[in-house]
């Protein structure tokens, strides 16, 4: 364990007794009613603080993970999987907004405790309210988040989403080396800590690879026109066009593209996939072609991925998205530690989180490592003929 994590752990178990005497509700604890007659409560409480408004370019994102925790509590209450016990799920909108997303978390810890929190949408917000939870000794599953640093928080911290780091480096030197990219343009969102710490991660990998960056263009989440960026880009006449913007963006700027004719190789990330980009005849128009690694995919044979797939389509009329997979095994993963621990005590299900030796998911078979991220491995994806694929180096050549 790395001595930030070791310091983290330490600042956790001092800050949870000073909770404890200072009289606040038991550390992870989340119970409800009289327990049932194996020992554990007749009711399990997990926070769920998700952004389900506050931002266009994001709001989409976290109702697909609350759509994928709904579905999970829901199958784990009917299957009677924690026995006699129900999870029963506090939601709490977090409106995109930093302040918001802490002060949940507080009344998570304090006013309305729970067992384990699974959510957030954006890493900023994570970043700034997960301390708390850490200080509580309450587990976190961290959603649908691919910035860095979200485990590093401290010991009681998981994702079930693959940081970008990981990502890129699965899938990035595999497209350079099939298209011979020299040069690399990058169209970056330049207001979140996930966008921009993408871009510098993204670049820094490429420019090792040997690409040049030749232009670097960039928006908010409250940018609407690209025109401009769009036409220097143009002017650089790059190998790929780089893009990492907000999920809910993508649809817009990949639209603007197709409009602007312009035909560079697209280096993306998973909204090149997304439900609202697929939705879209213009957006996939300006997506043909693109390239990008992602954690799900519809088809996959992996773990219980084709049960949950045709479940899901029983009781939505619809294919799920990848937010809506994440949402279903961060609640399956909580809960099979919860069976394992065998209480709602937080420092206990945070080690069973931490000692799985194996969880079958819609995402495939993997654990948690030491370090609170997944290990299950990124699919190389290619947008062919309007529809997302996987695509390997033996891949024939696309054409725009």
């Known amino acids: 364990m ?43 409480r997990i926070g769920v603080p998700l952004d389900l408004t506050g931002s266009s370019a994001i709001t989409g994102v976290g109702t697909g993970e ?36 802490v002060s949940r978390t507080i009344q998570l810890t304090t006013q309305d405790p729970v067992t384990a929190i699974v959510g957030y949408t954006l890493t900023d917000s994570f970043l700034a309210a997960a ?32 940081d970008y780091t990981h990502l890129f480096e699965n899938g990035d030197p595999l497209y350079v080396k099939a298209t011979g990219a020299k040069t690399a343009a990058y169209l970056y969102g330049s207001d ?63 639209s603007q593209i197709a409009a602007s004719g312009l035909k560079t190789q697209i280096l993306g990330d998973n909204a090149l996939a997304s439900k609202q980009t697929l939705a879209s005849p213009t957006a996939l128009q300006g997506a043909e072609c693109g390239l990008f690694t992602q954690a799900w995919f519809t088809e996959s044979q992996a773990g219980i991925n084709p049960q949950f797939v045709k479940n899901w389509k029983t009781a939505n009329n619809e294919d799920p998205d990848m937010f809506n997979a994440l949402g279903r095994d961060a609640v399956w993963g909580v809960a099979t530690a919860i069976k394992q621990a065998g209480t709602v005590n937080g420092e206990k299900v945070r080690d069973a989180l931490h000692n799985l030796d194996a969880f079958q998911g819609a995402l495939g078979d993997y654990k948690w490592a030491e370090d609170g991220q997944p290990t299950y491995q990124g699919v190389t994806m290619q947008i062919r003929s309007g529809k997302p694929e996987v695509w390997t180096p033996e891949t024939p050549a696309c054409q725009q």
């Open 2 to 44: 790395n001595s930030n994590r070791t310091l983290a752990t330490k600042g956790a178990a001092i800050a949870a007794a000073a909770l404890m005497v200072g009289g606040l509700a038991a550390c992870g604890s989340g119970a409800s009613g009289p327990s049932t007659t194996d020992g554990m409560p007749s009711t399990i």
């Open 66 to 101: 609350e759509a994928g925790v709904k579905f999970a509590i829901d199958e784990i209450n009917n299957s009677g999987y924690l026995g006699e016990s129900k999870l029963e799920g506090v939601f709490y909108d977090t409106k995109a907004n930093k302040t918001e997303a």
């Open 131 to 162: 301390p708390t939870a850490q200080e509580a000794g309450i587990p976190v599953m961290a959603v649908g988040l691919s910035g860095a640093g979200v485990t590093d928080v401290g010991d009681y911290m998981f994702r079930e989403l693959l």
């Open 192 to 254: 979140t800590v996930t966008t921009s710490g993408q871009f510098e991660t993204r670049s820094k990998l490429l420019e090792s690879l040997g690409v040049k960056t030749v232009g670097t263009e960039t928006l908010t989440a409250t940018t609407t026109d690209i025109s401009a960026q769009l036409t220097a880009i143009k002017s650089a006449n790059p190998d790929l066009l780089v893009i990492n913007v907000d999920t809910g963006q993508v649809p817009q700027v990949l």
